[in-house]
């Protein structure tokens, strides 16, 4: 690991920082595999329950690829397992991930936040898919999150004109979780992670599987009928987290949570 990606642990929280503030943390080929191994870690680690992803600095979250680099030596022709930046295609981790969006969130650097659960956003954050400007097109995800996330012709409409779209747009799009002032980016995403460890780790990584996997479904019908085969669904029916739950709220008294 370099330093042109942090990643740090506060307790079951696990934060990776893309630190390249001078190049607006855009990303490098060798910074792919990083971020990858950076999640594969978190994904395996049975202590961390959250993982937030932000960018160094107050002026970008991520400006997507290292255009430089890419005229230089070519776009990469492959990425890793889990797809750009190690998150794009990480369809098989159940765990929640919230993107603390400092600033500009454009190419892939918007797609690395539509790839997360939660967007939680500075009030000076910008998004936006400029691929076209260069000739290029937005293959990590953006294309296929946006047309699904939003009414289609607001999504075509961010996809074929390259333009940025404010925060509060966003958010007035549905895109966004929650704007705060810059300063208290930090204090916003903690309030969030502090909800979701409250519940049940066994309840949360369900729910956002079940969730993730009825999408698939043909309709809510069909997502009912088949949530009971998924196997996240058939291990929260026997876990250790629902008996717990259950036990606790009948004797009045705050749960112990093992994540089993």
């Given at each position: 690991?370099?330093?042109?990606?942090?990643?740090?642990?506060?307790?079951?929280?696990?934060?990776?920082?893309?630190?390249?503030?001078?190049?607006?943390?855009?990303?490098?080929?060798?910074?792919?595999?990083?971020?990858?191994?950076?999640?594969?870690?978190?994904?395996h680690d049975p202590a961390g329950l959250i993982c937030i992803v932000t960018g160094a600095g107050e002026k970008?979250?991520?400006a997507g690829s290292d255009i430089k680099a890419a005229a230089e030596h070519g776009l990469p022709m492959d990425y890793p397992p889990h797809g750009y930046a190690g998150l794009i295609e990480r369809f098989?981790?159940?765990?929640?991930?919230?993107?603390?969006?400092?600033?500009?969130?454009?190419?892939?650097?918007?797609?690395?936040?539509?790839?997360?659960?939660?967007i939680i956003a500075a009030d000076h954050a910008q998004f936006g898919l400029p691929e076209p400007l260069i000739g290029a097109v937005a293959l990590g995800g953006g294309l296929h999150r946006l047309a699904r996330q939003l009414p289609l012709k607001q999504?075509?409409?961010?996809?074929?004109?390259?333009?940025?779209?404010?925060?509060?747009?966003?958010?007035?799009?549905?895109?966004?979780?929650?704007?705060?002032?810059?300063?208290?980016l930090n204090e916003a995403v903690q309030r969030w992670c502090d909800d979701i460890l409250r519940?049940?780790?066994?309840?949360?990584?369900?729910?956002?599987?079940?969730?993730?996997?009825?999408?698939?479904?043909?309709?809510?019908?069909?997502?009912?009928?088949?949530?009971g085969d998924y196997p996240e669904f058939r291990d929260w029916r026997e876990s250790t987290d629902l008996k717990e739950g259950l036990k606790a709220f009948a004797e009045k008294r705050p749960p112990r949570w093992t994540g089993q």
């Open positions: 690991m370099t330093d042109a990606v942090l990643v740090s642990h506060a307790g079951p929280v696990t934060t990776v920082t893309l630190n390249r503030p001078e190049a607006m943390n855009a990303i490098t080929r060798p910074m792919h595999d990083e971020l990858e191994a950076a999640f594969d870690a978190f994904a970008a979250f991520c098989d981790c159940p765990k929640p991930f919230i993107a603390a969006v400092n600033g500009l969130a454009l190419g892939g650097g918007f797609e690395i936040a539509l790839a997360c659960d939660l999504a075509m409409g961010l996809i074929l004109s390259s333009r940025r779209m404010p925060v509060a747009e966003a958010a007035a799009l549905g895109l966004i979780n929650e704007v705060v002032p810059a300063a208290g519940a049940s780790p066994m309840a949360i990584r369900t729910s956002k599987a079940v969730t993730l996997a009825g999408l698939n479904e043909a309709g809510i019908s069909g997502a009912m009928r088949g949530q």
